[in-house]
Nanobody, 122 residues
Framework: QVQLVESGGGLVQPGGSLRLSCAASGSIFSINVMGWYRQAPGKERLLVATITRGDSIHYADSVKGRFTISRDNVKNTVYLQMNSLKPEDTAVYYC????????????????WGQGTQVTVSS
């Protein structure tokens, strides 16, 4: 099995910063994509940012210029540096990964973290 362990959420004032981390462990051959999604109360889960093994990055328009995604391929960890936070960034943030396993290297598996709450409020 594969586990995703997230950390770094919390309460921050508007204009503040937070850094989220997500470490993947378990039966992993290669991690092809890691990223972050978020879900606000009563709304659908939306993409925030993704990064591929080759460092191809995609951001949602709403976070461009404020958030930075990065990854450590040795540690199987993805980070999300969030600056200039706004109240509308308040949501549960979910780590996401698409990977292959040693027993089936041609098939991609998708996993989600348990979610970490980010609240931006004065």
């Amino acid at each position: 099995q594969v586990q995703l362990v997230e950390s770094g959420g919390g309460l921050v004032q508007p204009g503040g910063s937070l850094r989220l981390s997500c470490a993947a462990s378990g039966s992993i051959f290669s991690i092809n994509v890691m990223g972050w999604y978020r879900q606000a109360p009563g709304k659908e889960r939306l993409l925030v940012a993704t990064i591929t093994r080759g460092d191809s990055i995609h951001y949602a328009d709403s976070v461009k210029g404020r958030f930075t995604i990065s990854r450590d391929n040795v540690k199987n960890t993805v980070y999300l540096q969030m600056n200039s936070l706004k109240p509308e960034d308040t949501a549960v943030y979910y780590c996401y990964t698409k990977l292959t396993k040693p027993v089936a290297t041609l098939y991609e598996y998708e996993y989600w973290g348990q979610g970490t709450q980010v609240t931006v409020s004065s």
